[in-house]
């Protein structure tokens, strides 16, 4: 492997991202860090970031600039313009084509939204990455999965932006005598089956045990739910607290007014899952509140795991009752992902641009 080069400085460099999802991980992955290192910077580094959502085909355009990247591109449209790109650009001015993902869009589940879109994209997919000069990432699991399309893929982890999020309050271990445990799930429709699958018995990623157990325990435990609630918790809808989906830039104030005490983030044991990131993690600890997890590759880290549904319950039973435990459970997380946590800490912004600057075979 050849040793990389330090960046002569000072040095002018300049992100281009078309961005397939401006409300969930295209924000998190690209929008976030841009306006960070537009704002904050690297010492003898001017960093210019840019994000659209319609491809500009002019030459000229792209002439100042160090990377171009697509996000999430799926359709045989997004292949004429990866075609047009590689073609009328890149072979014009040297330029590197990134293509960025931070999900198994080829082992989606079937009882998930979204594998119907995907599924008959997938040979776009492929071939979109296999002709791209890199494919960045969000977790190494999914490196290894997508290095059958393509040797060149590199990791950035997810990270949060604390200008937004906020200094953690410490202040959800106590719960009242009279209260009920807060018990939060967040996220999208798609970590359970969609309509279309309603009645059949397996998937999602809440089982059955879980289901029923939150169906018996509305009297003991406030079930928040935020973004979605699974088909089957249909018929008790007014027995649990619903908030919907906030844009994302939105969703860190919304979610921390909640006031919830633990969270939980169950995931079905498949590849799709092992490839995710842990997500839940970084916003539990932003949340200053503790989590159970699925012992699943994202969160096989975290103090409480579970291995099976029983376990998990367990787990929940324990956690809402033992102030003790939430406050261990809580501190063992955060010293964990204190380094991963936020974009603006820990040599975060730079360790970004490295990545990128390592497909050139250079670094900061």
């Known amino acids: 492997m050849s040793k990389l080069k330090p960046v002569k400085k000072p040095a002018k460099i300049g992100l281009l991202s078309y961005v397939g999802d401006v409300a969930g991980c295209g924000v998190i992955r690209i929008i976030t860090p841009y306006l960070l290192l537009n704002y904050l910077g690297i010492e003898d580094i001017h960093v210019h970031t840019t994000y659209m959502s319609t491809y500009i085909s002019e030459l000229n355009f792209y002439k100042y600039l160090s990377f171009v990247q697509f996000q999430r591109s799926a359709t045989k449209q997004h292949l004429k313009i990866h075609n047009h790109f590689k073609t009328n650009i ?3 001015i040297k330029i ?3 293509y960025e993902i931070d999900d198994l869009l080829t082992e989606i589940p079937e009882w998930n939204f979204a594998h119907t879109y995907y599924a008959q994209n997938i040979e776009y997919i492929r ?13 190494h699991r999914l490196k290894k999965v997508y290095q059958k399309y393509n040797k060149n893929v590199k990791v950035i982890m997810n990270h949060l932006p604390k200008f937004i999020w906020g200094n953690i309050e410490l202040n959800h271990f106590e719960i ?3 209260e009920k445990p807060r018990i939060l799930w967040a996220g999208s429709q798609n970590h359970f089956k969609h309509e279309s699958m309603k009645g059949t018995r397996d998937g999602g990623d809440f089982g059955s045990e879980l289901m029923n157990f939150i169906r018996k325990t509305t009297d003991k435990y406030q079930w928040v739910f935020m973004g979605a609630t699974p088909i089957e918790l249909e018929d008790i809808k007014d027995k649990v607290e619903f908030h919907p989906w906030q844009h994302t830039f939105a969703y860190p104030k919304y979610i921390k007014s909640l006031n919830t005490h633990m969270g939980i983030a169950p995931l079905e044991q ?9 997500i839940k993690a970084l916003e539990f600890c932003a949340c200053g509140i503790p989590g159970v997890y699925s012992h699943i590759e994202p969160y096989k880290f975290m103090h409480t795991t579970a291995k099976t549904e029983e376990e998990m319950i367990s787990h929940i039973e324990e956690m809402a009752s033992n102030q003790e435990l939430r406050v261990k459970s ?3 997380d955060h010293n964990k992902l204190k380094d991963q946590l936020w974009w603006e800490e820990s040599n975060n912004l730079k360790k970004y641009i490295n990545t990128y600057l390592s497909i050139i075979k250079l670094k900061l």
């Not at 296999?130 to 977790?139: F, R, V």
């Not at 899952?273 to 842990?278: D, G, P």
């Open 90 to 92: 890149q072979s014009k």
């Open 330 to 332: 809580y501190n063992h």
């Open 270 to 278: 498949n590849l799709f899952n092992e490839c995710k990131s842990n």
């Open 176 to 178: 009242g005598k009279n």
């Open 127 to 139: 071939v979109m990455m296999q002709e791209s000069s890199a494919i960045i990432t969000s977790t």
């Open 96 to 98: 590197p084509m990134i």
